[in-house]
Every structure is written in C-alpha cells, then in structure tokens.
C-alpha cells in the first residue's frame, strides 16, 4: 500500500495570490501592523509565516503567539472572501486530474494531502477549484504543527490508524513543488517526487537529491510509475 500525500500550493493548484492577500489583511487587522510583500511563503505553513512576518516587524514571540489563533481564524475568514470574488474552477495544474483518477481507481493506493495550509484553507483551496476533499483519505496540515518535518509522520500515523497495519516510511509518497516538500519526508524514510510548477525550477528540485523530479503531472503513465514503482 502506498501513501501518496500531496502538497496544495503550486502542486495541485494556483489561487492567484488569494492566501498572501488573506495572510496581509489577517496580520492588519488583528496586529494593526503592515508586513513586507516580499516574504517568501513557499513550502512553509501558515503559522510560521505568521511567525516570520511579525518577527520581521519587530513583534514579541509572546505577542505572536497568544494571538495566532485568532489570526488564523481570521485569514481563514478572509481567504473565503478573497476565493469568493473569482471564479477558480479549473486552476488545477496540468494532469492533477488524470493523475487523482488513475491513483484513486487503485487498491493499493491512499490518497492523502500534507501541505502548510490549515486544514480549513486547505479545504476552501481545494473546494475553489473543483477538487473534492474527501477524496483524500488522510492529511496533515500546517495547523497540526508548524514545522513541516513533522507532517509526514502525522499522514503516516493516520494511514495506519485507517488501514490497521504499519505503514513502512519508503510506501509513503510526498509530491510537492518546493525543496521543502522534497527534504520534510527524510525523517521517516518517505520518497519525494517534486513538479515544477511552482516557483522552482527542475534543476532547484533536482539539486535536493532526494527523489525524481517531473516539469509537470501531465505524463500519468510515467508519473505512476515513479509513484508505484511499477
């Protein structure tokens, strides 16, 4: 049985900017402060970039983390405005849909989500652009733990629970587009598969070393067989 866990951001799907906007406006209106628009936010999960963009403007930890929560809540709020006033049906990268059928018509395959998001953004991403959410059987977010090592020994966690029996770490299957999807697997001995179709490149992907990387999704044949090993 494999475990195959994607990220959501730049590997499922693009929402033009709609969580960086709802991040901005959730960070103004409950610490009044205005954040750098330049802050990277790929590959890490929502608390830490709340973490990181009022560190860079000087706030306490002890402030920052008393009112994460209520941030949070709050970005999730405004991320279902910003996704409300566009129509993302269809922002689904090249194959994502080929690619969810042909592992979800498997019997030895569970399809799972690891990705920074908190589960409720992840499920209002998903949801914009057509995606059902149960169709992923397990899933670890950011608002299970902001390191994103973490995560994947919560997705495997889960797949035992739902399958009663353990998982070894080589049948889980992390497929991201950010070197950080790339190296998060390595504690519990997951493969990597990484697309560029986020902001790095192949050759960035290629250059963690850690497992085959693909321009895109689009060749199911040959993307299966990375993932299965068939």
Known sequence: MKIVLFDIDGTLL????????????????VFGSSVPENHEFDGKTDPQIVRELMQRVGTSDDVIEARLTETLSRYVELL???????DYAGNVYPGIPSLLDALEARD??????LTGNVREGATAKLSAVGIARDRFKVGAFGSDNA?????????????????????RGNDVVVIGDTPADMRC???????????????YSV????AC???VVFADLSDTVAVMRAIIGD
């Open 203 to 206: 050759e960035e992907l290629q």
């Open 108 to 113: 030895d395959v569970l399809l799972g989500l």
């Open 80 to 86: 279902l405005g910003e996704l409300a006033q566009a």
């Open 185 to 199: 697997g390595l504690g519990i001995g997951a493969r990597a598969i990484g697309v560029a179709t986020g902001r």
């Open 209 to 211: 070393r850690t497992g």
């Open 14 to 29: 693009w929402t033009d900017g709609a969580g960086r906007r709802a991040v901005h406006q959730a960070l103004e209106f």
């Open 147 to 167: 390191s994103r090592p973490e995560l994947p020994a919560i997705a495997r966690r889960q797949a035992e629970e739902l399958l009663g029996h353990p998982v």
